[in-house]
């Protein structure tokens, strides 16, 4: 780890191994990704503090990392609440119908043998809005996340080998097998504190400043707040704040505030939350009689369906190489570095973004938050959250990071 500067500012070495990967080349793909950076980000949960500052010894930001890092908290349960303002318009569930149709998996775009259930798409309903969850885990075999609706719950188990969706709503199932116990699930969100902790780390380096801000408590529990900041202009993200808990390590809060004020992007938080044995029987399930049950193992060895394996992404994001400052894997590029990088990729289309009448409703969605610009690139459309910003250019050209309309435009402006 890099040394913290004297004002308890941190640099650490970066992680080259980005959160990202080459989605499948559409003109829709912007406010898709748009959506899935948003997902990745609401994978920081733990968040919401109580009043009250309590009385902590004094420790750097150096030390308060190493304290997360050391953590080794295998068993909690709890109950998260999480508030996510993209600035988003309402999408009336298309979200989801975008996110699960950009991996190509079961669920998406009307594909009939899909599952209700199926975490790719279901969990994606985070994007936006107040959510209520209740986590537990017990070591690395057993983890639970349920999703707590006004009349119905969804709720995700992994057991063992076994990993299993259920939608109460529509009594559906989804159930696949991971190859080992000791190797976590394919997880849609950080299923234990300590992987909200590496995410949140993973976003610092030498062009962040990390210092420690006071105390706070959360859920009952005295903590410490870790505050990251880009030291670079151009980021939409003005601070990230991780409440650490003061015993052991455990991220209890996280707090993303853009750099345009106002409202946070992401709060979320434990209400409660223990440090006991949750019981074993948390995580029995079996499917209730008459429910609708899809084997995603099936699905996913089908061809039609398309589905990126998992370790097939691990190989590409292994690839990653770095030319002249531009690292790129199979045509995804990232250029900058830091809070400021901007990834970028041709779709090959001509012609610009599908308009209202020839895309229907995907196309009056798109018109409805984008931006014309013009530069030296030549003509596009900037589509705007409250964090992440994307310019898809009328030649099929895509920028997209969390940076400001005029870095993307810059930027495109650049590689002309």
């Known amino acids: 780890m890099a040394p913290i500067d004297s004002d308890d500012n941190m640099t650490a070495r970066t992680d080259e191994d980005l959160p990202a990967g080459r989605r499948r080349a559409a003109r829709y793909v912007v406010p898709v990704a748009v959506m899935g950076v948003a997902a990745a980000t609401i994978g920081l949960v733990p968040a919401l503090a109580d009043s009250g500052d309590p009385d902590l010894p004094k420790v750097t930001a150096e030390q308060l990392i190493e304290k997360i890092a050391k953590s080794d908290v295998q068993q909690l349960s709890g109950t998260v609440k999480i508030t996510t303002d993209l600035g988003l318009p309402d999408l009336g569930g298309l979200e989801s119908g975008l996110m699960s149709g950009m991996s190509g998996g079961p669920g998406s775009g009307g594909d009939e043998d899909g ?52 939608d109460s709503e529509s009594n559906e199932v989804y159930h696949s097998t991971v190859s080992g116990s000791a190797e976590q699930p ?40 870790l505050v990251i900041k880009p030291k670079q202009s151009g980021s939409t993200v003005g601070a990230v704040t991780v409440a650490v808990d003061a015993k052991t390590g455990t991220p209890l809060k996280f707090t993303l505030t853009p750099a345009s004020g106002g409202a946070a992007v992401v709060d979320a938080g434990f209400t409660k939350v223990s440090f006991a044995k949750p019981d074993a029987s948390t995580f029995d399930f079996t499917p209730p009689k008459g429910a609708k049950v899809t084997e995603g193992d099936e699905l996913a060895k089908a061809p039609e369906h398309g589905r990126k394996a998992e370790g097939d992404l691990a190989k590409e994001l292994d690839g990653l190489k770095e030319t002249d400052g531009l690292r790129e894997t199979d045509g995804l590029k990232v250029i900058g570095e830091g809070w400021n990088s901007i990834a970028t990729f041709d779709t090959g289309g001509q012609g610009g973004l599908p308009t209202a009448s020839a895309g229907g409703d995907l196309g009056g969605f798109l018109g409805s938050f984008g931006d014309q610009v013009k530069g030296d690139f030549g003509s596009g459309t900037v589509f705007k959250t409250r964090l992440v910003n994307a310019l898809i250019t009328d030649d099929g050209k895509v920028y997209a990071g969390a940076v400001t309309k005029d870095a993307l435009v810059k930027a495109a402006d650049a590689a002309k």
């Not at 849609?188 to 990390?210: G, N, R």
Request: no cysteine.
């Open 115 to 166: 599952s209700a259930a199926d975490p790719s798409a279901k969990l994606t309903e985070l994007v936006t809005g107040t959510h209520t969850l209740r986590v537990a885990a017990d070591g690395p075999d057993r983890q639970k996340l349920s999703v707590l609706e006004n009349a119905a719950e969804y709720s995700l188990i992994h057991d063992g080998k076994d990993v299993w969706g259920y």
């Open 186 to 225: 394919e997880k849609e969100v950080p299923a234990t504190p300590k992987d909200f902790a590496d995410q949140a780390l993973k976003a610092v380096d030498d062009t962040t400043s990390v210092t420690v801000d006071g105390t706070a408590q959360v859920a009952g529990r005295d903590a410490y707040r």
